[in-house]
């Protein structure tokens, strides 16, 4: 059970692209989810959490309209990274809970975006 | 500041020998404590949550424990296959979105 599902899973594009990754829990529904990155050799950044229906709630520092995050229903988030560059190569991962919020998060298995 | 610390940064074993992960935490007020692991290349796998001090759950050849200060993951009789990076990450009472702060990991290698 909790399993989340994550695609595409590779994704080289142009710099100047738009790239759209979606989340999906598939044996749950998912009252939260939440984007991370993650670089070579070093712990999960949290991006940002989103909850069905509403606006996402974005991390110091991380640009909301460089990468937009809808929450459409509660099985389903999307990122989009708009005009990709170089530097917004990364692993980006989703999670998901179930239910109350000390619950555990269930992680999908990641995006690896490289923009040339 | 909330913070997670977590030792050693790598650790390499024997199979067969046992030994123990840490994770120190600074949070204001603790909802939970969770243990992950994660393969080179995947999102990170849940292995445990743990709620108050005092509490252990296991798994396999896994064990953790929380005190107020710290977690211990204790792993009995590795195999290789227990080689991965383990995540320790906790939760603050404070924070109403289910917001976790994670620690560096440690990069455990098994050797055979």
């Known amino acids: 059970g909790a399993v989340v599902s994550q695609h595409p899973s590779w994704v080289i594009c142009k710099s100047g692209t738009s790239v759209k990754i979606e989340c999906r829990s598939l044996?749950?529904?998912?009252?939260?989810m939440f984007w991370y990155r993650q670089f070579p050799k070093q712990s999960l950044m949290l991006m940002a959490t989103?909850?069905?229906?509403?606006?996402?709630?974005?991390e110091q520092g991380v640009e909301k309209d460089k990468f937009l995050i809808n929450h459409a229903s509660l099985t389903l988030s999307t990122l989009t990274v708009t005009s990709a560059h170089p530097e917004d190569s990364s692993f980006y991962i989703c999670?998901?809970?179930?239910?109350?919020?000390?619950?555990?998060?269930?992680f999908g298995d990641g995006t690896r975006l490289s923009i040339l | 500041e909330d913070q997670v610390t977590q030792s050693p940064e790598a650790l390499r074993l024997q199979e067969g020998e046992s030994s123990s992960l840490n994770c120190s935490y600074t949070?204001?007020?603790?909802?939970?404590l969770f243990w992950y692991r994660q393969d080179p290349g995947k999102g990170p796998e849940f292995l445990f949550t743990?709620?108050?001090a005092g509490e252990e759950k296991e798994k396999e050849r896994l064990k953790a424990t929380l005190t107020k200060k710290e977690s211990f993951l204790h792993i009995t009789a590795p195999k290789p296959e227990d080689s991965a990076t383990y995540l320790c990450?906790?939760?603050?009472?404070?924070?109403?979105?289910?917001?976790?702060?994670f620690g560096q990991g440690t990069e455990l290698s098994v050797k055979p």
């Open positions: 743990l709620y108050s």
């Open positions: 999670s998901a809970t179930q239910g109350a919020t000390d619950q555990p998060q269930h």
């Open positions: 949070v204001s007020g603790l909802r939970g």
């Open positions: 990450a906790v939760q603050a009472k404070n924070n109403q979105g289910g917001k976790l702060i």
């Open positions: 989103s909850n069905e229906g509403s606006k996402a709630t974005y």
């Open positions: 044996d749950f529904q998912a009252t939260t």
